[in-house]
C-alpha cells in the first residue's frame, strides 16, 4: 500500500499548480479525494481508503494539463487521468496515490465541420451532451457503450471503448480521428492517422493512434479530441426473438451476423442463465412461458428504406430457423434499456433466494463465434463453484454480442452480482482467482481478455504477458521510452516490470 | 381530506402471486414477492403514485432513447406480416 503523502508535499504540489490552474481547480478536500478514488467496478470497500489520491486538479486546457504533467515529473508523483471515472478495469484508480487529473472541465465543442462531417470536442463532454446538439444538424456521433450517458470522450480514448452499435459504425478507435495529448513528460503532441487532424485513414509513418488509445492514462492524457460523425438515422429497428434452446439460439445469432445486411448493427445472443436471471426483476420476461430458454436481438439503423428492407431479411432469417417474434413493446422498450439494464438491479439472490443489495461485475471477453457454446458452460462453472463457496455472489448470465459486421467475433459477457459491503479479503481472493479463471478460459479458446473495458483487474492482468506474448515486452519498452519516470497511472498492466526500482512509489 | 388521501396512497391493491417469486399489485407492474425481502434488506415503504410515477416516467425515457438516436422506430410486427404477403 502506498503512503499518503507529506503534508507539506501536498502543500508545495499545490503552490506549483493552483497559479495556473486557478485555486478552485485545485482540490484537497476529503469528499473530493475520496469520491475519485474508485469506478464502479465492485471491490472491498473496507480497502477504499488505499487509493485515495493526496489531491485532484481540474485543469480547462491542453496547456494546463501538461503543466500539471510537468509538476508531477519534477516531484516524482503519480499522476492518475479521470474522466467519466465509469471504467470497469479500475484504470482511473489511482492506485498509488498522488494526483488525479480530472479532464471533466474540458467539455466544450470547438467546432462542427457540417461538410466534412467532424466534431472538435473537449475530451470531458459525453456523448448524449454532444449528440444533444449535433442532432440539431441532423447528425450523430454513434459511439454508444452502455455507459452512453456518463463515460465521456478521453475515457473512451483511454480505453479504447465497444460501441453496442459497433457493427455498423465502429468503435471508439474508428471513430475517433485524432487529439491532442499531453504525454508523460509534459510534452504536447498531436495524434492521428497520419498528420492531418481530419484525416480517416493515412499511411504516413507509424499508426500511432492506436497506440495511445486503450492504454488505460498510462501513455498520456488526451485533450481534444476530433471525431467522426455520421448522418442520424431516419431509422432504428431492433427485434427480440425467443427459442426453446441454447443451439437453436445461437445458430440464429451466427446466421443474422453472416447476412451482410448493410444497415445491421449488431446482435445479441442470451443464454438461458441469462433469461432464468431476467425471469426474477424483468417486468418483459417475468410472465413469459417456461418454454423461453434463450433470447437473440438484433439492430439496425440508417436510412428508413434502408433498415425496413434490411429488418425484413432479419425477420425472415430468424423465422426460418423456428424464432418466435417476442413483439413490438417488448423488441423496442428492450433496446431502449440497453443503457442501463446492466448495472441498475442493484440486487441479487443469495443462495437461499433471499435478496441482497448487490454491485454489478461484468467480464467482458472476445471470443469466436465457434467457441461461444464452449466458453459459455466453462464460464458458468467457475462462477457456480465460486458462488457455492461464498454466499455473496450471484450468476446473472452471459450476453455474447456481436462486435463486427461479420460475426467473426462476440463481446462475450458474463454478469455477475457481488455483495460488495460483505467483501472480505478471503472473498476477495476467491473471487480475482475466479477471475483469473475466467481469464484463462478465454485465451485457451484464442480469444482476448477484454473487449471492451481493458485488463487492469487483480487476476486478469496477471495473465496479459501471456495473451500478448513479445508483444508485451514492446509494451514495457514502449512505457519505459515515454515515461522515464514511471509517473503516468502507475501500477497498471505490471508496467512496473519495465523499470529497475519495480513497486516503488513512482 | 389530506388524511383520506394518504391513506389511500398508503393502502397497496392487492397482491396477485404471478410467479412464485413474483407479485402484481398495479397492472403490469411487478415486484419480487416480499418474503424474499426480509432476510437482507429492508423495504421502503412507498405511496401508490410514486410507484405509477416511476413506471410512466420509464415510458418516458424509453421514448426519448428511441428519438435521441433515430427519428422513427420501425414496426417488427409489420415485417413479420409483409413476408406472407
Ligand atoms: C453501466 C456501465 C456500462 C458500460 N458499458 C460499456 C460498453 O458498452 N462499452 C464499453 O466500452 N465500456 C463500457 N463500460 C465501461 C466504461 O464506461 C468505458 O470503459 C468508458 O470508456 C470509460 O469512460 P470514462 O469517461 O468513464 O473513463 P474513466 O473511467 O474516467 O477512465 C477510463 C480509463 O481511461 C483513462 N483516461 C481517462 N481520461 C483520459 C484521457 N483524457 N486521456 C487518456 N486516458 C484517459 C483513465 O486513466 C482510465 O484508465 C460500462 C461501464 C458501466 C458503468
Redesign the interface.
Same mark, same amino acid.
Given at each position: 500500500m502506498t503512503a499518503v503523502l507529506e503534508a507539506s508535499i501536498v502543500e508545495q504540489l499545490v503552490a506549483a499548480i493552483a497559479p495556473v490552474l486557478g485555486e478552485a481547480n485545485v482540490l484537497t478536500s476529503k469528499t473530493a479525494r475520496y469520491s475519485r478514488a474508485r469506478v464502479p467496478a465492485p471491490f472491498p470497500v473496507h480497502r477504499w481508503a488505499e487509493r485515495v489520491p493526496d489531491l485532484v486538479v481540474l485543469p480547462g486546457s491542453t496547456e494546463e494539463v501538461a503543466h500539471v504533467v510537468r509538476v508531477a515529473n519534477e516531484f516524482g508523483v503519480p499522476i492518475v487521468p479521470r474522466d467519466g471515472g465509469t471504467g470497469l478495469t479500475d484504470g482511473a484508480v489511482p492506485e498509488r496515490r498522488g494526483i488525479v487529473v480530472d479532464v471533466k472541465r474540458m467539455n466544450l465543442i470547438h467546432e462542427i465541420d457540417l461538410e466534412n462531417r467532424t466534431a472538435t470536442v473537449g475530451v470531458g463532454i459525453s456523448m448524449?451532451k454532444l +449528440? !444533444?446538439v449535433l442532432?440539431q444538424h441532423g447528425l450523430?456521433y454513434p459511439d +454508444?457503450p452502455a455507459s452512453y450517458p456518463c463515460s465521456l470522450v478521453g475515457g473512451r480514448i483511454g480505453t479504447s471503448g465497444w460501441s453496442l452499435i459497433g457493427s455498423r459504425y465502429g468503435h471508439s478507435r474508428d471513430l475517433v480521428l485524432s487529439f491532442d495529448m499531453v504525454t508523460p513528460t509534459g510534452d504536447i503532441i498531436f495524434v492521428g492517422d497520419g498528420g492531418g487532424r481530419k484525416i480517416s485513414k493515412s499511411s504516413s509513418g507509424y499508426q500511432l493512434k492506436h497506440l495511445f488509445m486503450g492504454h488505460q492514462g498510462t501513455l498520456g492524457i488526451a485533450t481534444t479530441a476530433t471525431l467522426k460523425l455520421y448522418p442520424?438515422? !431516419?431509422? !432504428?429497428?431492433?427485434?427480440f426473438w425467443a427459442f426453446d434452446d441454447y443451439d437453436v439460439a445461437y445458430k440464429a445469432v451466427g446466421a443474422l451476423a453472416r447476412a451482410g445486411i448493410a444497415t445491421f448493427a449488431g446482435a445479441v445472443l442470451f443464454d438461458e442463465k441469462k433469461v432464468e436471471y431476467l =425471469? =426474477? $426483476?424483468d !417486468?418483459a420476461y417475468?410472465?413469459q412461458p417456461e418454454s423461453v430458454k434463450a433470447l437473440v436481438c438484433s439492430v439496425g439503423?440508417g436510412n428508413?428504406d434502408e *433498415?425496413?428492407a434490411g429488418?425484413?431479411r432479419m425477420? =425472415?432469417i430468424a =423465422?426460418d430457423l423456428g424464432a418466435r417474434?417476442m %413483439? $413490438?413493446e417488448i423488441?423496442?422498450?428492450d433496446w431502449?434499456?440497453r443503457?442501463d439494464r446492466y448495472a441498475t438491479p442493484v440486487?441479487g439472490?443469495?443462495l437461499? %433466494?433471499? *435478496?441482497?443489495?448487490m454491485s454489478w461485475h461484468c467480464e467482458d471477453a472476445a471470443i469466436n463465434y465457434t467457441d461461444l457454446p464452449a466458453v459459455t458452460r466453462e464460464w458458468h462453472a467457475i462462477v457456480e463453484k465460486l458462488r457455492r463457496k461464498h454466499d455473496v455472489f450471484d450468476d446473472w448470465g452471459m450476453f455474447a454480442y456481436t462486435s463486427s459486421d461479420t460475426g467473426v467475433d462476440y463481446l462475450t459477457e458474463i454478469d455477475i452480482g457481488i455483495w460488495e459491503e460483505k467483501l472480505d479479503d478471503t472473498t476477495w481472493a476467491a473471487f480475482v482467482d475466479a477471475k483469473r479463471e475466467i481469464a484463462a478460459v478465454s485465451l485457451k479458446y484464442g480469444g482476448s481478455i477484454s473487449a471492451c473495458h481493458g485488463s487492469c483487474r487483480e487476476g486478469e492482468v496477471d495473465l496479459v504477458p501471456q495473451e500478448l506474448g513479445g508483444g508485451y515486452d514492446v509494451m514495457l519498452a514502449v512505457k519505459r521510452a515515454l515515461d522515464p519516470n514511471n509517473i503516468m497511472n502507475p501500477g497498471k498492466y505490471g508496467l512496473d516490470r519495465a523499470y529497475d526500482n519495480e513497486g516503488d512509489r513512482r | 381530506m389530506t388524511s383520506f388521501r394518504y391513506q389511500d396512497e398508503y393502502t397497496t391493491p392487492p397482491a396477485r402471486q404471478?410467479?412464485p417469486?413474483?407479485i402484481e399489485r398495479f397492472e403490469? &407492474?411487478?415486484e &419480487?414477492d416480499p418474503s424474499?425481502?426480509?432476510?437482507? &434488506?429492508a423495504q421502503q415503504v412507498f405511496p401508490n403514485w410514486d410507484t405509477k410515477r416511476i413506471v410512466a416516467a420509464r415510458w418516458d425515457?424509453?421514448?426519448w432513447?428511441?428519438t435521441?438516436?433515430?427519428?422513427? &422506430?420501425?414496426?417488427?410486427?409489420e415485417?413479420?406480416r409483409?413476408?406472407d404477403d
Open positions: 448524449l +449528440n !444533444e442532432a450523430i +454508444n442520424k438515422a !431516419e431509422a !432504428e429497428f431492433s427485434a =425471469r =426474477r $426483476d !417486468e417475468i410472465p439503423y428508413s *433498415v425496413a429488418g425484413r425477420m =425472415r =423465422r417474434y %413483439g $413490438d423488441s423496442q422498450g431502449a434499456s443503457h440486487h439472490r443469495t437461499s %433466494g433471499q *435478496v441482497a443489495l | 404471478i410467479t417469486t413474483t403490469h &407492474v411487478f &419480487v424474499l425481502m426480509t432476510d437482507n &434488506v425515457h424509453l421514448a432513447i428511441h435521441h438516436f433515430a427519428d422513427s &422506430v420501425i414496426s417488427g410486427e415485417l413479420l409483409s413476408l
